[in-house]
């Protein structure tokens, strides 16, 4: 629910003109660079002492970068990028949690399964994420048609139709086993790039809604970690995190940036804007749920990346 609410903020505050200027670059980052990411993280976490499925698991885990923490430090913090740069961070940072979501998904099978790695699994991804932007897309433009037509008794309402459009997007790509969470993606952005009723008062409503789901985030990771446990993967933990934002993020964006001529500095600069947020630590709690062996082991070392993220 809190994915949901926080990547429906994120596709309506987003033009798509400035999508559309930087969706090679955005969409390169957010599938290759998030497995990676993945990869090198996982490597790096093999190397310190974790086994070779916690190592994947976690670098599936902390894979994507946050899409709140992103738009906080460039929206809130009031810089002026160029518009290039700017538009890529904030597009990647919402249309990436999505491949995260499904790699964690496969490492959790993988880790309760051993022979559930086959080549025919990864293939899955691309169809994933396929069907997740025809159903966004779809729904989002059926939303519209609604919006348009529905007369609420009350404007109060309006926000409660386009939660419900996005949940049903998210429901209804998940049931045709495609990607919830690109499916939301790509509603927001179809809701957010219309004439709606009412838009700014909705991109209030929904903005609010983001926040406070990042907030409970928060919250929920305080209330789930304890302190005695944190102790034992605290070397891990720090270790990960430096990794990640010093040699592993900055790489990626080389490798996916480089080749479309990219200047280095803009490259050092989306390379070091690879903030962790609230997403983590949804996807960190999912192996635990699922009751996957080392599960506790791997949240507790995302706790730290999140943090010193935040701190970065």
């Known amino acids: 629910?809190?994915?949901?609410?926080?990547?429906?903020?994120?596709?309506?505050?987003?033009?798509?003109?400035?999508?559309?200027?930087?969706?090679?670059?955005?969409?390169?980052?957010?599938?290759?660079?998030?497995?990676?990411?993945?990869?090198?993280?996982?490597?790096?976490?093999?190397?310190?002492?974790?086994?070779?499925?916690?190592?994947?698991?976690?670098?599936?885990?902390?894979?994507?970068?946050?899409?709140?923490?992103?738009?906080?430090?460039?929206?809130?913090?009031?810089?002026?990028?160029?518009?290039?740069?700017?538009?890529?961070?904030?597009?990647?940072?919402?249309?990436?949690?999505?491949?995260?979501?499904?790699?964690?998904?496969?490492?959790?099978?993988?880790?309760?399964?051993?022979?559930?790695?086959?080549?025919?699994?990864?293939?899955?991804?691309?169809?994933?994420?396929?069907?997740?932007?025809?159903?966004?897309?779809?729904?989002?433009?059926?939303?519209?048609?609604?919006?348009?037509?529905?007369?609420?008794?009350?404007?109060?309402l309006y926000p409660a139709l386009t939660l419900a459009t996005a949940f049903l997007s998210f429901g209804a790509a998940t049931l045709l086993e495609g990607s919830g969470l690109l499916s939301v993606y790509a509603t927001a952005l179809v809701l957010g790039n219309s004439d709606l009723p009412y838009r700014s008062g909705l991109t209030r409503v929904h903005e609010s809604l983001a926040w406070m789901s990042q907030i409970a985030l928060f919250v929920m990771l305080g209330l789930l970690v304890f302190p005695s446990q944190l102790l034992p993967v605290a070397g891990m933990g720090l270790a990960s995190a430096l990794f990640l934002a010093f040699v592993a993020r900055p790489l990626v964006a080389l490798l996916c940036l480089w080749p479309l001529r990219f200047p280095s500095r803009e490259i050092g600069y989306i390379g070091w804007i690879g903030l962790r947020g609230a997403v983590p630590i949804i996807l960190g709690a999912m192996p635990v749920l699922a009751g996957v062996p080392g599960a506790e082991r791997v949240f507790n070392i995302v706790f730290f990346i999140v943090v010193v993220s935040t701190v970065l």
């Open 1 to 156: 629910i809190y994915l949901v609410l926080i990547l429906l903020d994120g596709g309506m505050i987003t033009p798509w003109r400035a999508a559309l200027q930087v969706i090679l670059p955005a969409w390169i980052l957010a599938t290759v660079g998030v497995a990676l990411t993945a990869g090198l993280l996982g490597l790096c976490a093999w190397v310190i002492g974790l086994g070779w499925t916690e190592a994947m698991l976690l670098g599936a885990v902390v894979s994507s970068t946050d899409a709140a923490a992103v738009l906080a430090v460039l929206r809130g913090g009031r810089l002026h990028l160029q518009p290039r740069v700017g538009n890529t961070l904030e597009v990647e940072s919402c249309g990436n949690d999505p491949m995260a979501m499904i790699l964690t998904l496969i490492m959790i099978a993988v880790a309760k399964t051993p022979d559930a790695l086959r080549w025919t699994l990864w293939l899955g991804v691309p169809l994933q994420l396929a069907v997740g932007a025809a159903v966004g897309v779809a729904v989002g433009y059926a939303g519209i048609a609604v919006l348009r037509q529905v007369r609420p008794p009350t404007v109060g």
